[in-house]
């Protein structure tokens, strides 16, 4: 009789605990072996099967109907971003870092106006096969929001990212500053880069963000390339897919699609524009891991250019200068002595030339240089140099200049 | 039942949104837009205080995203931060308006409402409004658990989390409250059995 009791006790315990957990049984969240017990559970007890069809009455009247909830605007998004933006700024004990991170992108853009920056870039927009947008309206819409790429920022540093390269290049033509440009490359996966700048300027009133991602082989070669950006490439978005001794170049606006297949004129490809200044880190980078394996060290390099703004390639070569170069830090401060590589865009009289300084000790491009050329419309020489290095400022000393 | 992001990409995107990635707050904020809205509706039917709400719920999970340390899914985290919100808007609510709240209560307790639905064959429709102002006279923690399970379908280890009690006293909240919901109706006049008239679909 004791174990008769026992056992249904035991059935009645059993009985409310597995009662206990058809709601989860009908909302398909146990375990698998609890949803047996209680599968099996149900075959036999009528009272919990009347308890599970209440419960799924009580989960129909809980159903929400998607057009009964309230549809709410994009700007609901919009003034949040606006709200934690606003916040972020607030808490930012950092105001240099804040002044390099402005939520561009939530204000209004003002009128792309002209000035000697926007003509220096023009002048190499046209150089290079393209010309720059000159007002806002033919810059098209900005990406949405949520398609941006958040620019770089020190916060960076403490985020679980692979950041490989990060840093500030501020332009200069004579001694007025252009534009700030903050950079950061991050590794996403195995070959795939993220190079992400966004280009900041008083002068220009436009601000631009150039977002590129790269896909490369093992040795660094690229396999492809797309590109964003609102102000450097007008609204466009540019793509290169590499396909063995040519690519396709691919100009995406929203009008129209353009492709074109150019011959690659030189291994491995590089892409190029003068207005994204890190550019030139990324090549930088590249040139020294190739004269780290090459056996000559003062051998020319050769790359395709690849400028897919312009659906044209061209050719680069990268060669180490012998002349010494040294570079000064702030007006009167002390003096580096680096490494100058010279580039060559092209060939013959319309080659365009840029030095870029590097550090002996661990190869950083430090700062570049693009002389006064007849096929530039500046008549002063541009200097970019890495302001986050140097806030002091970075020119070349004087026993350097027009030194090629 | 809600459609869930993916766990891993979510987990990613707090991450991203610790980092002050607003990209990455962005997409959370899209891919819990629908879920939160329907967990607000269904608590306040206002639709000013739903956006509000959601928006708040937002930017609370912006601001402590760096606290999030993974010990459960991003979802249930999230979950957290609305219902304490939701609990917040309803003392605060009470407070103020506690006389409108008496005068709702008086209007469901009417007998005859009930009498005149049961006898005019009420409706599917009408017999889910009815179990949701009953719903609303639960208990705070009961009603929790409930609209957390067939609303957002939690697991009861995940609404344990949630409300921040026992996996135990989850489910005893919810043999509770299914309980409590049955009596109340019936408090309304009707018969007690319209949340299994419901599920035969009458």
């Known amino acids: 009789m004791a174990n008769i009791a026992r056992q249904l006790a035991d059935e009645g315990e059993s009985h409310r605990q597995l009662q206990e957990l058809l709601p989860w049984?009908?909302?398909?969240?146990?375990?698998?072996?609890?949803?047996?017990?209680?599968?099996?559970?149900?075959?036999?007890?009528?009272?919990?099967?009347?308890?599970?069809?209440?419960?799924?009455?009580?989960?129909?009247?809980?159903?929400?109907?998607?057009?009964?909830?309230?549809?709410?605007?994009?700007?609901?998004?919009?003034?949040?971003?606006?709200?934690?933006?606003?916040?972020?700024?607030?808490?930012?004990?950092?105001?240099?870092?804040?002044?390099?991170?402005?939520?561009?992108?939530?204000?209004?853009?003002?009128?792309?106006?002209?000035?000697?920056?926007?003509?220096?870039l023009l002048g190499l927009g046209t150089f290079l096969?393209?010309?720059?947008?000159?007002?806002?309206?033919?810059?098209?819409?900005?990406?949405?929001?949520?398609?941006?790429?958040?620019?770089?920022?020190?916060?960076?540093?403490?985020?679980?990212?692979?950041?490989?390269?990060?840093?500030?290049?501020?332009?200069?033509?004579?001694?007025?500053?252009?534009?700030?440009?903050?950079?950061?490359?991050?590794?996403?996966?195995?070959?795939?880069?993220?190079?992400?700048?966004?280009i900041e300027s008083d002068k220009l009133a436009g601000a631009g963000e150039a977002?590129?991602?790269?896909?490369?082989?093992?040795?660094?070669?690229?396999?492809?390339?797309?590109?964003?950006?609102?102000l450097v490439y007008g609204g466009q978005q540019a793509g290169v897919t590499i396909n063995g001794d040519s690519a396709e170049l691919t100009l995406t606006s929203a009008r129209k699609v353009t492709h074109r297949i150019v011959p690659l004129l030189g291994q491995p490809p590089v892409l190029l524009d003068f207005s994204v200044m890190s550019h030139f880190v990324l090549l930088e980078r590249l040139a020294t891991r190739l004269w780290a394996k090459a056996t000559d060290k003062n051998e020319t390099l050769h790359f395709s250019?690849?400028?897919?703004?312009?659906?044209?390639?061209?050719?680069?070569?990268?060669?180490?200068?012998?002349?010494?170069?040294?570079?000064?830090?702030?007006?009167?401060?002390?003096?580096?002595?680096v490494s100058r590589y010279l580039a060559q865009l092209g060939q013959g009289k319309d080659a365009l030339h840029v030095e870029l300084f590097v550090r002996k000790s661990d190869g950083t491009l430090l700062a570049l240089r693009i002389p006064v050329q007849p096929q530039l419309p500046s008549t002063e020489p541009v200097f970019v140099f890495r302001s986050d290095l140097f806030p002091q400022g970075l020119s070349l000393a004087d026993n350097s200049q027009g030194a090629k | 039942m809600p459609t869930e992001m993916n766990p891993e990409g979510e987990a990613q995107l707090m991450e991203r949104t610790a980092?002050?990635?607003?990209?990455?707050?962005?997409?959370?904020?899209?891919?819990?837009?629908?879920?939160?809205?329907?967990?607000?509706?269904?608590?306040?039917?206002?639709?000013?205080?739903?956006?509000?709400?959601?928006?708040?719920?937002?930017?609370?999970?912006w601001q402590r995203a760096r606290t999030f340390n993974g010990h459960c899914k991003p979802s249930t985290w999230v979950l957290g931060i609305a219902y304490r919100k939701a609990l917040e808007w309803h003392r605060a609510r009470h407070k103020l308006q506690l006389f409108s709240h008496d005068a709702e209560a008086d209007r469901l307790g009417e007998p005859s409402t009930g009498q005149d639905l049961v006898q005019a064959q009420a409706g599917r429709e009408e017999l889910c409004s009815?179990?949701?102002?009953?719903?609303?006279?639960?208990?705070?923690?009961?009603?929790?658990?409930?609209?957390?399970?067939?609303?957002?379908?939690?697991?009861?280890?995940?609404?344990?989390?949630?409300?921040?009690?026992?996996?135990?006293?989850?489910?005893?909240?919810?043999?509770?409250?299914?309980r409590t919901l049955k009596e109340i109706l019936q408090g309304m006049g009707l018969k007690g059995d319209e949340l299994w008239q419901i599920s035969r679909g009458s």
């Open chain 2, 19 to 61: 980092a002050r990635d607003q990209r990455a707050f962005a997409q959370l904020f899209r891919g819990y837009q629908r879920r939160l809205i329907a967990f607000f509706w269904l608590r306040t039917h206002d639709r000013e205080a739903t956006a509000e709400l959601f928006q708040e719920t937002m930017i609370t999970v």
């Open chain 1, 211 to 230: 977002v590129q991602r790269l896909k490369l082989d093992a040795n660094l070669r690229p396999l492809s390339y797309t590109i964003q950006g609102p």
């Open chain 1, 25 to 120: 049984y009908l909302n398909g969240t146990l375990e698998p072996d609890e949803r047996e017990k209680t599968r099996a559970h149900l075959e036999y007890c009528a009272v919990c099967r009347r308890e599970l069809a209440e419960l799924e009455g009580l989960q129909q009247a809980l159903v929400v109907a998607p057009d009964e909830a309230p549809q709410l605007d994009e700007s609901l998004l919009d003034e949040t971003l606006r709200r934690v933006g606003a916040q972020s700024q607030a808490t930012d004990p950092k105001p240099a870092a804040r002044l390099r991170r402005g939520w561009g992108w939530l204000k209004p853009r003002r009128a792309f106006s002209y000035s000697l920056g926007a003509i220096l």
């Open chain 1, 305 to 337: 250019a690849l400028i897919p703004q312009a659906l044209r390639a061209d050719t680069l070569t990268l060669k180490r200068s012998n002349n010494p170069t040294v570079l000064r830090v702030g007006p009167e401060g002390k003096v580096l002595s």
């Open chain 1, 129 to 198: 096969g393209f010309t720059l947008a000159t007002n806002r309206s033919a810059v098209g819409l900005p990406p949405l929001p949520w398609e941006r790429t958040q620019e770089t920022t020190h916060q960076f540093f403490a985020f679980p990212r692979d950041i490989l390269l990060q840093g500030t290049l501020t332009t200069e033509i004579g001694s007025r500053a252009m534009a700030q440009e903050t950079f950061t490359l991050e590794k996403l996966h195995e070959g795939d880069l993220l190079l992400t700048s966004k």
């Open chain 2, 130 to 178: 009815c179990v949701r102002r009953a719903l609303a006279q639960l208990p705070e923690a009961q009603r929790a658990a409930i609209e957390l399970t067939f609303e957002q379908g939690l697991s009861y280890r995940e609404i344990a989390e949630v409300l921040g009690c026992s996996p135990g006293t989850v489910k005893s909240r919810i043999f509770y409250a299914k």
